[in-house]
């Protein structure tokens, strides 16, 4: 058993990351650049939330509050708060589940037992793995919501691109 959360833990944010290319073989043409800009967006933003988040809040890993408790692969002792795999797995499950919604669906299981397993391998708390899904799901809104803005401001109020000529 502790193989399978170990590999869950550790492995299954390819799984995801895999979903997430799947995802963009299946979209049609063109859905494929918005989906792609979206999911990167999404990875970046996850990264600079989750060092702002981890900046305002400490917590520490349960096996350094509880030396008794042993973490099932080495891990630093360092700020769990708040969990980036869950976070990241979060944001691409929810950019993934606008363009294809059974397979976003699936991922987003996918990272909450990422998340569970990560609290069953002594590595975060549930509260890590709460505020990794939150900063996982406002990275992927402000994802979404940055690409449609910057769509909408590239367009003329007839759905034309721009011509760059104003008159």
Same mark, same amino acid.
């Given at each position: $058993?502790?193989?399978? =959360? ?5 492995? #299954?944010? @390819? ?11 299946? +979209?049609? /043409? /063109?859905?494929? &650049? ?7 967006? #999404? +990875? ?5 939330? &989750? ?11 349960? @096996? ?9 692969? *080495?891990?630093? *002792?360092?700020?769990? @708060? ?7 797995? !979060? #944001? ?12 976003? %669906? ?5 990272? +909450? ?9 002594? =590595?975060?708390?549930?509260?890590? %793995? ?10 992927? !809104?402000? #994802? $979404?919501? &940055? ?6 401001? /590239? /367009?003329? *109020? ?10």
């Amino acid at each position: $058993m502790n193989t399978f =959360v170990v590999d869950v833990a550790q492995y #299954a944010l @390819f799984l995801v990351a895999l979903g997430g290319v799947v995802a963009w073989l299946l +979209v049609d /043409r /063109r859905d494929k &650049v918005p989906l792609l800009a979206q999911a990167v967006l #999404a +990875v970046v933003l996850v990264a600079l939330l &989750v060092k702002a988040a981890g900046s305002l809040h400490t917590d520490p890993r349960p @096996f350094v509050v509880q030396p008794s408790l042993h973490p099932l692969f *080495p891990h630093p *002792p360092d700020n769990g @708060f708040p969990s980036d795999h869950t976070a990241l797995a !979060t #944001a691409v499950a929810l950019v993934v589940t606008r363009y294809r919604r059974a397979l976003g %669906i699936v991922l987003l299981l996918v990272a +909450v037992a990422i998340g569970a397993a990560r609290v069953a391998a002594h =590595v975060h708390h549930v509260q890590d %793995i709460v505020a990794g899904v939150l900063v996982g799901a406002v990275a992927a !809104t402000l #994802a $979404m919501a &940055v690409w449609e803005a910057w769509v909408r401001r /590239r /367009r003329t *109020p007839e759905g034309l691109p721009e011509t760059g000529v104003r008159g």
